[in-house]
């Protein structure tokens, strides 16, 4: 069974520039998650969507950050424009959402964002 | 409000020595689920376990267990005679509701750094 899909796996860019992650979720996932991992740190959820409706984004930061999932199956992430308190890796997972398992996630290798 | 504290930031061991990662949660819901994630330095994280908060038991694994007791809020997790291969950031989590009323959100701890030396 595939895993989660994430690209780019490296992405470096100057700040004010726009950037964009992709992620394809484990086939059958309903829900998706983005997630920002800072340095020494945690993942802390950006913003979540069951199918391709959102259910949190209360962390998102609104101004600058935007998702979309338009089919219910792949998502992508944008930074516009991009500061350098954006550098992080940006983790996407996927779950079943429903069932015994619905919230156990699974994440792909994550993108890994240099703002210069 | 909730939180997950890993106080260990890093911890170093000998090959087949025993570590014992800390977790601390704390949340105001009656019902939540715990995590463990490994993440190793190919960056995505690894699902180990999940528990429910109806659930008390200790769990072996092969060579992994956990403690979970709610009295002290803690999920520690055991890794028995450590390998090389051990040697990752490990990630407490906890997801507040239970069943239908769990949206799936993860609140994370900070992570600790196991380094098992060969």
């Known amino acids: 069974e595939a895993g989660v899909a994430q690209s780019p796996r490296y992405k470096i860019i100057e700040k004010r520039q726009s950037v964009a992650f992709w992620c394809n979720p484990i086939s059958g996932h309903a829900t998706l998650y983005w997630y920002q991992q800072i340095l020494g740190q945690g993942p802390k959820l950006l913003i979540q969507f069951q199918n391709n409706g959102v259910v949190d984004d209360s962390q998102l930061p609104k101004d600058r950050f935007s998702a979309e999932r338009l089919k219910g199956v792949d998502s992508t992430l944008k930074i516009q424009p991009a500061k350098l308190e954006d550098s992080a890796v940006y983790l996407c997972a996927s779950s079943f959402g429903e069932g015994l398992t619905k919230n156990i996630q699974y994440f792909g290798a994550g993108t890994r964002l240099s703002v210069l | 409000a909730q939180k997950v504290t890993q106080a260990q930031t890093e911890i170093s061991v000998v090959e087949k020595e025993d570590v014992t990662l800390d977790c601390v949660y704390e949340?105001?819901?009656?019902?939540?689920?715990l995590f463990w994630y490994k993440q190793p330095p190919s960056g995505e994280l690894v699902f180990l376990i999940r528990?429910?908060?109806?659930?008390?038991q200790n769990e072996i694994s092969g060579r992994y267990s956990w403690n979970f007791q709610k009295s002290t809020s803690s999920f520690n997790f055991t890794i028995t005679a450590s390998q090389v291969v051990d040697s990752a950031v490990y990630f407490c989590?906890?997801?507040?509701?239970?069943?239908?009323?769990?949206?799936?959100?993860?609140?994370f701890g900070q992570g600790t750094t196991l380094q098992v030396k060969p």
């Open positions: 528990r429910n908060s109806f659930d008390e």
């Open positions: 989590a906890l997801s507040e509701g239970y069943g239908s009323g769990n949206t799936g959100k993860l609140i």
């Open positions: 949340t105001r819901d009656t019902t939540y689920y």
